[in-house]
């Protein structure tokens, strides 16, 4: 089993920059790959980006390449989401999740095992 707390949320205005943190307890940490979804009021949870168990591979959706880098310290068992030139249509709930499946793809809901609570980000333009 693992924990996941996500820090960080807030306001911010369009262009600015916004860094989540999400911390893991439980188990151990780099057993898992970690991902980063958002969902915005009336959407679908949707995929944001991915990060490999060691940290090598990342992954992202178009709408936030070149704006968002996902980074992890397993020595820390904490995963961000560095997030600039923030646009109002960013504006959503964050959740980072953990998967332990070393196979297979990353970009569903269904590909992951646990969730945290989210954080709220919210840009205004």
């Known amino acids: 089993q693992v924990q996941l707390v996500e820090f960080g949320g807030g306001l911010a205005q369009t262009g600015d920059s916004l860094t989540l943190s999400c911390v893991a307890s439980?188990?151990?940490?780099?057993?898992?790959?970690m991902g980063w979804f958002r969902q915005a009021p009336g959407k679908d949870r949707e995929f944001v980006g991915w990060?490999?168990?060691?940290?090598?591979?990342?992954d992202y959706a178009d709408s936030v390449k070149d704006r968002f880098t996902i980074s992890r310290d397993n020595a820390k068992n904490t995963t961000y989401l560095q997030m600039n030139s923030l646009k109002f249509g960013d504006t959503a709930v964050y959740y980072c999740?953990?998967?332990?499946?070393?196979?297979?793809?990353?970009?569903?809901?269904?590909?992951?095992?646990?969730w945290g609570q989210g954080t709220q980000v919210t840009v205004s333009s």
């Open positions: 990060i490999s168990r060691n940290g090598v591979i990342t």
């Open positions: 999740a953990a998967r332990s499946r070393a196979y297979g793809g990353w970009r569903r809901v269904v590909d992951y095992d646990y």
């Open positions: 439980g188990d151990t940490f780099n057993y898992y790959s």
